[in-house]
């Protein structure tokens, strides 16, 4: 193959970043804006060793899962990567993603793959949003997202993945920002005020908070933006601003100042009542993230007399989901201010069988097995990189009788598993569930029982 060659190439597959996968001349070829299914002339705009890229130069046959996304910034925002697909064929691709990595790289030829779980609702599901800020050379504001592999902000007043108060809250605070001059943050310089507006809905409460990252302990005209926010007419329950001083790419700080209202917002997840603040974790499809859980559940197989390790348990939502089943739940998060939410999190629902550790999971799960603890069932929920190899050796010098997994990572999840097998344990399946429609991104639920000796 050589560069700016043109041919036609059938599209069989679909990466996660959105690009249509298809074989030319013994290679893998990656092409933007294409679909499985689709019969394209492509020309090659970059040629390695073992794979290439292309562009679309016509299509000679559409696919029937092609559809015309429906936000206009799809094709240049970092976010909906598979707008373009038809949400049934994206489902499927999905289930394909996790299969094919735990084959491919976990080496679990005969995995048992489950459907694909969904609530099939594509749109104002998500109740995060995290949106840089940045003024442009014409001194006008730009609220948005970044466009992928760059820093420019793709303005996007309407995303159609959140819900409509997000969107008169970011134009409320950019009004703010330009009416009162409020200097946005340059991450080429380091001066600057605003850097993120962070945003939190409950679903269930309805609450909202409204969190403006800043890069020193200051907030300027703020009256003037409570006044903005109180003509929205909208239930939010907290303003502060979280201190991020530091050129980083990581967008919250260690410190957070409450402005207005409650340092937290309250929603219910699988019956549990959540309390939430600026670092909390929490999963940003409320109700998938219900079906996920009831997944998790189901693998647990708890009958009320267990002891259960919750390891990166957030604000406790998981093991708290499950602890009407358990004689004890024990859960690790080495983020402080989680750590307190989840503990408030267990005294609301009366829960008193519970213990929150604040320490690295693998540090705990090594202390764990000092102390004797015995879980009968171990939850990981990790974070996109996965369990460390520290971590995954206290869990099984723990010995329970079944893991289960919870991963946003199919990749990571299958290496984890991968390693837990040399340890003498048996996948027993693996089901995806879609937490992140018309995104790049799937959850995969995991059941892992020890091998009999």
Known sequence: MEKNEIFQLEITGITNEGN???????????????????????????????????????????????????????????????????????????????????????????????????????????NKAMLPVQRGPDSRVKIGFYAKRSHEIIECDACRLQPPEFAHITAAVRRWLEECRIPCYDERTGKGLVRHL?????????????????????????????????????????VSININPYRTNVILGGKTVILRGADAI?????????????????????????????????????????????????????????????RELIGVEEVEEAVEDARRNAAMCGVDHA?????DAGQAAGQFVQEGVCPDVVVVDPPRKGCSEVTLRAVDAMSPARIVMISCNPASAARDCRLLAGMGWTLQEATPVDLFPRTGHVETVVLLSRKTR
């Open 20 to 126: 249509g996968v298809g074989h030319h001349g013994g290679m893998a070829v990656f092409v933007p804006d294409t679909a499985p299914g689709d019969v394209a002339r492509v020309r090659a705009v970059k040629v390695l060793s073992r794979y290439a890229y292309g562009r679309l130069e016509a299509l000679v046959e559409s696919s029937p899962y092609r559809m015309e996304p429906g936000c206009p910034q799809s094709r240049r925002c970092g976010g909906c990567s598979l707008q373009h697909l038809s949400y049934k064929a994206e489902k499927r691709e999905k289930w394909a993603w996790v299969r094919d990595a735990f084959q491919r790289i976990g080496g679990f030829e005969d995995i048992v793959c489950r459907p694909l779980i969904s609530t099939n609702v594509t749109e104002g599901y998500r």
């Open 266 to 326: 309250e929603d219910v997840l699988c019956g549990v009542r959540v309390r939430l603040q600026p670092q909390s974790f929490y999963q940003v499809n409320h109700d998938a993230a219900q079906l996920l859980y009831a997944k998790a559940a189901e693998y647990a197989a708890l009958s009320g007399k267990e002891t259960l390790v919750d390891l990166y348990c957030g604000a406790g939502t998981i093991g708290l989901s499950m602890a009407g089943k358990v």
């Open 198 to 238: 962070y945003l939190r809905k409950a679903f269930v409460t309805g609450e909202v908070m409204v969190c403006l990252v800043v890069s020193r302990e200051e907030m300027p005209q703020r009256e003037r933006l409570f006044a903005l926010l109180d003509e929205l007419g909208l239930p939010v329950a907290s």
């Open 355 to 359: 213990r929150f550790v604040c320490a």
